[in-house]
């Protein structure tokens, strides 16, 4: 039996019906040259003899004493974790995004390991897709798209067992026991935290305080403005999806300075502030986004691994250059003061400072008064083109958490040459989501046009087109 961490144990402490806390993945293949329509049926029969899950795919979550642990699942069953379905005629990615909205609304089941696969069939050509569920106790973005990375490989011709079967080394479940350390050793290891943890949590508070007269560049909790994003939640999902070459973001920051994270969050905020114009919603003030911060480069450690900061999307400045440009300076200064904090100390810092949410969630005041606007997550994936037994991957999609007050989350992911942008949002909160890609389309052109870089080629540019058509209902 394995401890969560108390940062793990918060996902599983504020799940509701309303507000699930699982993230997911969408990865969709192409079966290899010559395959017939047996292929996806072979995968599944191959799978299907890995009966047994390793950890953390083998742990259901138990509560004792009033904490929560993970305990391995002696009645595990393959079948109730592995699915097979089909999408209804025509089958496009408007059907696939469907049913992904569907499956990514309901909860997963407390009794048995937080996790599900879907492999999803009926895509034109033969194409297929992967719906990977697991709760944010369980892993958190990051690990989950290397997990995902590590059931693949770049080789066509290997095959690989399922991700159940896979052990993952970086997770704290799979990590190798060790003698326990005597008590000096608790104890100087408890000194050494909280050496850390005490300035993390007074520099989240003064945050908090000051952010009624801070100026300048710094994006503060409370300085977010009401927004229709900022309400609370029904349990119902629409999901939306579109990938973008990374190349066009690569030049937009090579022209003004700026790195592709923030260029991201540019277009973000264009696409933003145009859902909100078109509905006569927009604020004076900026929407301010919060943006996780991955801490897996500075340990070994598994689980989640997050610090956070706070950045305004200057969603009031029509100029898209001067708009890139104030983004830039919110998160240089809030990346400059995350830098010179230690590990745990970034932790405290980004936990403290977010946990007026929990009160303004139960209160109801988070509604007009919000702490941030939105979650805007870029995650890191894979560099080279990967396979799945043979299927070569096209395209991966982040499908993550909206909560109450904050309706929408966008999840970015790299794969190949390619960025994957993933929203998700309350059905009822956000109407007309779908939108939002046409939107983000109109983001990156405008960044374009305003420095004058020059067209993509007409190949490339009919192939962005037919992709943007590409929505969910």
């Known amino acids: 039996m394995h401890a969560l961490s108390p940062t793990d144990s918060a996902f599983l402490w504020m799940e509701t019906r309303s507000q699930p806390m699982h993230v997911a993945g969408l990865n969709i293949f192409t079966p290899p040259h010559g395959s017939g329509p047996e292929f996806v049926h072979q995968l599944l029969a191959e799978w299907s003899q890995h009966v047994k899950a390793v950890a953390p795919f083998n ?3 138990v509560l004792r004493m009033g904490l929560w642990h993970w305990e391995e699942d002696k009645e595990f069953e393959l079948d109730y974790h592995l699915r097979h379905l089909a999408l209804p005629q025509p089958g ?13 609304a309901n909860l997963l089941d407390r009794n048995r390991p937080l996790w599900e696969i879907h492999v999803i069939e009926g895509l034109p050509g033969g194409r297929f897709a992967v719906y990977n569920k697991m709760h944010h106790a369980l892993i958190d973005g990051v690990t989950g798209a290397r ?3 590590n059931s693949m490989s770049d080789n066509p011709s290997e095959l690989k067992a399922p991700l159940w079967a896979l052990p993952f080394k970086h997770h704290p479940t799979a990590q190798r ?15 050494k935290a909280g050496k850390e943890i005490l300035p993390g949590v007074g520099s989240g508070l003064w945050d908090i305080v000051r952010s009624a007269y801070a100026e300048g560049a710094t994006a503060l909790p409370f300085q977010a403005p009401p927004t229709p994003f900022n309400v609370e939640i029904s349990g119902s999902r629409r999901f939306a999806s579109q990938s973008y070459s990374l190349s066009r973001f690569k030049r937009i920051g090579e022209a003004t300075g700026a790195t592709v994270n923030d ?10 502030r145009e859902y909100l114009l ?17 801490l897996h480069g500075e340990t070994s450690a598994g689980g989640n691994q997050v610090s ?3 950045a305004s999307l200057a969603t009031d400045v029509a100029d898209p250059l001067k708009r890139l440009q104030r983004i830039v300076e919110s998160t240089t200064e809030a990346k400059n ?9 970034k932790m405290a810092h980004g936990i403290t400072s977010i946990a007026p949410l929990g009160a303004g969630i139960v209160t109801g005041t988070a509604e007009k008064h919000p702490l941030f606007n939105l979650v805007i997550s870029n995650v890191p994936g894979a560099r080279e083109t990967l396979y799945l037994n043979g299927a070569r991957l096209d395209e991966v999609y982040p499908v993550s958490i909206p909560t109450h007050y904050l309706a929408l989350n966008i999840t970015i992911s790299g794969y190949a040459d390619n960025l994957g942008f993933g929203y998700i949002a309350c059905r009822r909160s956000v109407p007309a989501l779908q939108r939002m890609l046409d939107y983000t389309h109109n983001a990156i052109e405008e960044l374009e046009a305003a420095l004058g870089l020059e067209e993509p080629k007409p190949k490339a540019r009919k192939a962005a087109r037919k992709t943007v058509r590409k929505k969910a209902p």
């Open 59 to 61: 742990l259901r979550p």
């Open 92 to 104: 496009r990615i408007r059907e696939l995004l469907a049913m992904v909205s569907r499956l990514h």
């Open 147 to 149: 997990m995902a990375a």
């Open 177 to 191: 026991k060790t003698a326990a350390p005597g008590l000096l050793e608790q104890l100087a290891s408890l000194a």
């Open 263 to 272: 260029v991201t969050l540019a277009i973000c905020a264009g696409a933003l």
């Open 278 to 294: 078109v509905q006569n919603k927009l604020p004076k003030k900026p929407l301010i986004a919060m943006v996780p911060v991955s």
């Open 308 to 310: 956070l900061l706070l």
């Open 337 to 345: 003061r995350l830098t010179k904090m230690p590990r745990l100390q």
